[in-house]
């Protein structure tokens, strides 16, 4: 990776965070009689566990989960060790014959004790195996870790118990119907009062995500930024992607939390890798911490693959017996969900999102079926079928043909082929889209490679896809695989990448005060990050080095801003907001002018009829449904017009959607507000309302909240597709090696900033020049009237008006004006800062 001039910086001077030597205590009491909240030394650790807490439904769910646990991992060891060395086997199969009988004459009947060993000689079996005992051992030694671990969160979480009660007001049985935005909305509130973080006089939304997401949000930049070795090319398979748990775990603890990384606590860097004086032998210390790493994962790797076959085994044998099919049902890969995750969304937020785009991803993929392999998996099924039933027919007829052996193992084998050639053969009623459903895809997962635009029907675009999303069958295999591989990754494809981490963490690594250190890309700051294919140009002072990958700098702004309403973003970014705002109302006035807003048509009614007026998605399938009929006679470029507008007036008539589709009892409405907003806690607006009509007025301000982000990342990836057919560059999805290598020069740098910005463009999408369309000077009489009158959004060159963002990121009229934070303090003197260290 390339070392750039721009190294570790700092938003605004702070003290340190925690005194010396409190970095390991998580409440700090001060003497007096202050709020036992006051001044939380390890906020990381506190919003995290407040955080997780809430996730699993409050103190009792969580005890009870956590104990189970324990009890599994007891379960797991103890019934392999007596299923080796405490059962008969010749007896078990009848290889020896068992007679209780007193009477030689009498039948056989072996009972299942009869194949269990006497306690003595099970236990003279398990003293013999040296190996075994080495296991239990080992396993009984990393058992009371556990258990040690376990007492000691127990302890942790019940100061989080007597958090939620005390402070927020919220109690435990209460909790698993509130949303998080509501909680966080009252941690917000309470800092003026029992001043969890002393540095601050105010917490904000950012401040709280970036304490939960601060390692999570470096994960995602490098991924992004292709630093980590987890794309490989491999003789017989091609592209191939391996990323597993075992791999992030060591990752991690390479990088953040293990002995002798780079963080010195959950909040700071260290302070060596700030500077790049001496980048060269840190990195070497980097090298020779992963080689030995690489080398217990060797030593330790016949312990880890026993337990996962055996986990495996216990976790997944059953539900193939149940369900064969299973197995070929795919889930989001571990890749895919790094890939796919904004920069600053918790866990529950991501799954939402991939959750709903998980139906149209199966639909997609499901488009592949090999015509050839649905012939011979209807063939395999009928001749397996015939046999089965014949043996299904004896059976009926007497029941004794069970006894003859092999016979029931016959049938077994026989019913899962028959399910697994089933999962090979498409219902013949189903009618595939494939461009449609990458459509549908792309409004739930907000990211995606330019070339597959225009290419959903080839099978490249297939394979990178199933990248993202893997059969289940897939995942289980590459975790079984895990522990031999991750060695050979991490000694022969991390070890050489050491210089490009040091230069990484360093030109990456901001220092917020009463936040810490944290990547700089989760900032999203625009002109820091942006990149100028993703609406930012102009406003973004970024090289390609600097530049965030596939618009991530830019969606994941936009997806925090409409997940928190009440976060006040700083100015870079709400510039980037209002020409945001001033491209829908002008995009929007095309498709009215145009008659061609949200269009009646078969495919568009049909759809519609599927869903309720009242859901915020049918607004999706209505812009889909239109795009893709209205699209039909057009060529490429009209049709990418078409559907940029149409995405325009979708967005632009959400916020009154919102406030027609008010609950008529729950809500506060104002003359022209819209919805309450997400964060806001519905409770407070009903003094009658129960906890369940405060989760379902959650729940709907959600829905909103998720189906605007979703109109919005179709609206920018068709801007992007615009900007990319005129201008031409470099594939984003196959990145060249060049972009992370560490022998680029400060010349090229610098040639790389005076040059014109190469910009990413579709290969698929030839260059032409598209003529905007014109617009119309006047609006119809009931556009005006619904968007109070607007006379002139058409026009291009209009200049920036204040704004303020309404809930769920609406947008207000031009009239009203924007709340601005305070600009950042400069430095006082740069005598204070530490050398190589620039002031922002």
Known sequence: MAHLETQYQRLESSST?????????????PEGAKSPWHHIENLDLFFSRVYNLHQKNGFTCMLIGEIFELMQFIFVVAFTTFLISCVDYDILFANKAVNHSQHPSEPIKVTLPDAFLPPNVCSARIQANSFLICILVIAGVFWIHRLVKF?????????IH????????????NLPYYTWQEVQARIVQIQKEHQICIHKKELTELDIYHR????????????NKSLLPIRFRLPLLGDTVFYTRGLKYNFELIFFWGPGSLFENEWSLKAEYKRAGNRLELAEKISTRILWIGIANFLLCPLILIWQILYAFFSYTEILKREPGSLGARCWSLYGRCYLRHFNELDHELQSRLSKGYKPASKYMNC?????????????????????????????YDEDVLAVEHVLTTVTLLGVGITVCRSFIPDQHLVFCPEQLLRVILAHIHY????????????????????????KAVFILEELLSPIITPLILIICLRPKSLDIVDFFRNFTVEVVGVGDTCSFAQMDVRQHGHPAWMSAGKTEASIYQQAEDGKTELSLMHFAITNPKWQPPRESTAFIGFLKERVHRDSSV??????????NALFSSIQSLQSESEPHSLIANVIAGSSVLGFHMGRDGQASRHLSEVASALRSFSPLQSAQQPSAGFQTGGSSAMTASGADARTMSSGSSAWEGQLQSMILSEYASTEMSLHALYMHELHKQHAQLEPERHTWHRRESDESGESTHEELDAQRGAPVPLPRSASYPFSSRQPAEETATLQTGFQRRYGGITDPGTVHRAPSHFSRLPLGGWAEDGQSARHPEPVPEESSEDELPPQIHKV
């Open 212 to 223: 939960i997401l601060r390692f999570k949000n470096y994960m995602v930049a490098m991924v």
């Open 591 to 600: 498709a009215l002018a145009q008659q061609a807003v949200l269009p009646e």
């Open 162 to 173: 007597s958090f939620y009660i005390n402070a927020l007001r919220i109690p435990m049985s």
């Open 17 to 29: 965070e925690s005194p010396p030597g409190g970095g390991d205590l998580l409440v700090h009491v």
């Open 151 to 159: 007492i000691y969160n127990i302890c942790c979480y019940w100061e």
């Open 448 to 471: 995606m490679p330019d070339h597959w635009q225009g290419n959903a029907h080839r099978y490249e675009t297939r394979d990178e896809f199933a990248q993202l999303f893997q059969y």
């Open 368 to 396: 592949f079926i090999s015509p050839l392999l649905t012939i011979v998996a209807k063939n395999v099924a009928f001749f397996a079928g015939s046999i089965l039933a014949v043996l299904i027919a004896l059976t009926i």
